[in-house]
C-alpha cells in the first residue's frame, strides 16, 4: 500500500512568518509530486509540482524534493491570513497494474495564519 | 475550477435509492477520475478513466459504477445508496497522468 504522510497540524504562525510543511511517501520509484491547497468547504486547487531533486520557487511558494529522504516539503514566505487552509500533498503511483499513474494524497496539514 | 462542473452540487437521498452524479468538462482531457473525501481519510479514488469507454477501479470501488460514453462526460452511479457512501465527491481532470484539477464537489447525504 502506497502510503503519503503529513502532519495533520493545525500548523499555526504568526503572519509574516515562514510556514513549512512537511511530507513523506513510501513509493520509492514515484517522480512527480505535488502541492494542493484546500480552502474550508472548496475543492483543492494547484499550487505547485516538483520533479527534480532540489527546490522550486513560485513567488511567496517554495517547494522542496529530497528524493534519496523521501521528502518534500512546502515553504510558505511572508505568511499571510489569507494562506490559512489544508495543504494535500500528493505523489504518483509509480505501482504496476492500475495504480500506475494515480495520484495518493496525504491527509492534509491544516494552516492557521494569526494576525 | 478549470472548465470543470459537477451536479448536483448537494444531494439527500435515502438508503437504497441509486444516485448518479455528473462530472463535466469543457477541456477536452483524456483523463477524468471520480474521489471520494471523508475526515480522517483524505481524498481517496473511486474510479478513472483514460478515455471514452475506458475505465478502471481505485482504492474504493465496491458499491460504485461509473460511464464515460463521451469526452466530456463521466457519471458515477451508486446502485443503491448506503450511508457509509455519505462524502464529498470530486471529479478531477488531467491530460496526461500527471496534473490533475479538480471540480467544485458535490455533497452527498445518505439518511
Known amino acids: 500500500q502506497k502510503e503519503v504522510e503529513q502532519n495533520s497540524g493545525p500548523l499555526s504562525v504568526p503572519e509574516g512568518a515562514i510556514a513549512s510543511l512537511n511530507c513523506t511517501y513510501s513509493d520509492r520509484g514515484s517522480q512527480s509530486f505535488f502541492w494542493y491547497r484546500q480552502y474550508s468547504g472548496k475543492s483543492p486547487e494547484l499550487i505547485m509540482f516538483i520533479y527534480s531533486n532540489g527546490d522550486k520557487e513560485d513567488g511567496r511558494f517554495t517547494a522542496q524534493l529530497n528524493k534519496a529522504s523521501q521528502y518534500v516539503s512546502l515553504l510558505i514566505r511572508d505568511s499571510q491570513p489569507s494562506d490559512s487552509a489544508t495543504y494535500l500533498c500528493a505523489v504518483i503511483s509509480s505501482g504496476y497494474g492500475g495504480s500506475q499513474g494515480n495520484l495518493i494524497f496525504g491527509k492534509g496539514t491544516k494552516l492557521s495564519v494569526k494576525p | 475550477d478549470a472548465g470543470i462542473t459537477q451536479s448536483p452540487r448537494h444531494k439527500v437521498t435515502e438508503t437504497g435509492t441509486p444516485v448518479t452524479l455528473r462530472c463535466h468538462q469543457t477541456?477536452?482531457?483524456?483523463?477524468m477520475y471520480w474521489y471520494r473525501q471523508d475526515p480522517g481519510h483524505g481524498l481517496r479514488l473511486i474510479h478513472y478513466?483514460?478515455?471514452?469507454?475506458?475505465?478502471d477501479k481505485g482504492e474504493v470501488s465496491d458499491g460504485y459504477s461509473v460511464s464515460r460514453s463521451k469526452t466530456e462526460d463521466f457519471l458515477l452511479t451508486l446502485e443503491s445508496a448506503t450511508s457509509s457512501q455519505t462524502s464529498v465527491y470530486f471529479c478531477a481532470i488531467s491530460e496526461g497522468t500527471d496534473t490533475q484539477y479538480f471540480g467544485p464537489g458535490t455533497r452527498l447525504t445518505v439518511l
Open positions: 477541456e477536452n482531457h483524456r483523463y
Open positions: 478513466s483514460y478515455g471514452v469507454k475506458d475505465t
